[in-house]
């Protein structure tokens, strides 16, 4: 079985081993001169994915495709001039250290709130159903910002949706343009794209309704293939969180076969990999990782598997080197993405390797604008007996 250290040739992209850095917003960005510049990825974040170029595969931070898809304050863009200049600062730091980079893209839907979208509209959406008990970082009515309760959003029509397909392909050649290695569709976590997808919340009647599987997947296909156009088989992913919950999507009783479609037509279109939000666990293990109400079962990926000729990407709670070796060691998935230890642990590769014990971050420097605290000021480790041979 292979070695969680070892490379893996990613499509026509060699990576140095089978550690991923997934995506995890840290609010970090710069404020635009205009307001059309939107937040604009900076020096510090450079530093920041630099340091941590000790990954076979860092998957950024979610980009938004468009203006009408910040869901987020402080969340960075790949649509204007000044965020391309931003996001060239952080494709070169990382691969001056030698690592692989990709940018995700999304455009949230109806996770967003109008405090923080052009000219205060209202957030676009598959239809115009809100979604309930959940919450987004925006403005206020006194204009600070907090977690504001997302607003009713306005249903996309026929011609916006065929138009945000060029959308995601314009942002794909911005991410090409500034040298990243290739891009990360986020189809996860109840936003625009799995609000498609999902065979109770997409209710439309249209070319991208819910009355068929081909219909509900149509838009996340046309993106695959415009955004493939750009840059080429095996340099495009997708995320997908099957059963999740997140974001208040509504359990879909056609998650499964929804899964098992998608997989077979992302393969024929030449995704490098498919990124899957959740821990794989021992057979019959009834434990459930965030973000889902069930996990993935064995013979559900096999399944997957066989339809599905590109990577697979495993991510959720992986902290120590046992259990994602254990994983690797099915040979059901191929690349293991550790989140939150990335975070304090920019020598995190190092770290698994050697055995050494891992730093943990202080939660509330997460999303902030602190700039290099909480961030890109974590040391690198340093034992007893390396300080010792130092000497």
């Known amino acids: 079985m292979p070695s969680l250290f070892d490379s893996f040739e990613l499509g026509p992209t060699h990576i140095k081993n089978r550690v991923v850095m997934p995506p995890m917003t840290r609010t970090r960005t710069s404020d635009g001169e205009l307001p059309t510049d939107g937040d604009i990825p900076n020096a510090v974040m450079a530093t920041y994915y630099g340091q941590r170029a000790n990954a076979g595969l860092i998957i950024t931070e979610a980009a938004d495709v468009d203006q009408s898809g910040h869901g987020y304050a402080r969340t960075p863009g790949i649509h204007s001039e000044a965020q391309m200049q931003g996001w060239r600062l952080v494709t070169d730091e990382v691969h001056r250290y030698g690592g692989t980079i990709f ?106 309704g819910g009355g068929s599987m081909e219909d509900r997947t149509r838009f996340l296909m046309e993106v695959v293939d415009a955004v493939v156009a750009e840059f080429g088989p095996g340099r495009v992913g997708v995320r997908l969180s099957p059963f999740g919950k997140f974001n208040s999507m509504p359990m879909d009783p056609l998650a499964e076969e929804t899964f098992l479609y998608v997989a077979e037509q992302l393969g024929r279109r030449g995704a490098a990999y498919i990124h899957l939000l959740y821990e794989l666990l021992p057979e019959g293990s009834m434990e459930s990782a965030k973000f889902e109400p069930r996990h993935l079962d064995h013979a559900l990926l096999t399944k997957a598997r066989a339809v599905f000729p590109g990577a697979f990407i495993w991510c959720g709670g992986f902290k120590d080197r046992d259990r994602a070796q254990a994983s690797l060691d099915t040979g059901l998935v191929d690349l293991i993405a550790f989140g939150r230890p990335y975070i304090a642990n920019p020598d995190l590769v190092e770290r698994l390797k050697h055995g050494w014990a891992l730093a943990e971050a202080d939660r509330s420097t997460y999303y902030t604008r602190c700039g290099e605290v909480g961030y890109t000021d974590f040391p690198v480790y340093q034992s007893v007996e390396l300080e010792a041979a130092a000497d």
């Not at 957030?123 to 970082?137: D, H, I, K, L, M």
């Not at 945000?164 to 392909?169: D, E, L, S």
């Open 103 to 208: 940018l995700q893209l999304w455009h949230v839907g109806r996770m967003a709130h109008s405090s923080i979208l052009p000219n205060h509209q209202a957030p676009v959406g598959v239809t115009a159903q809100r979604a309930e008990g959940s919450s987004v970082f925006a403005h206020g009515p006194d204009g600070r910002l907090g977690y504001m309760p997302v607003e009713t959003p306005r249903p996309l029509s026929t011609k916006e949706v065929s138009a945000m397909v060029g959308t995601f392909a314009k942002a794909a050649a911005n991410a090409r343009n500034v040298g990243f290695d290739g891009v990360e569709l986020h189809a996860a976590n109840g936003y625009l794209i799995e609000q498609f997808m999902n065979s109770v919340l997409n209710t439309r009647t249209d070319r991208y």
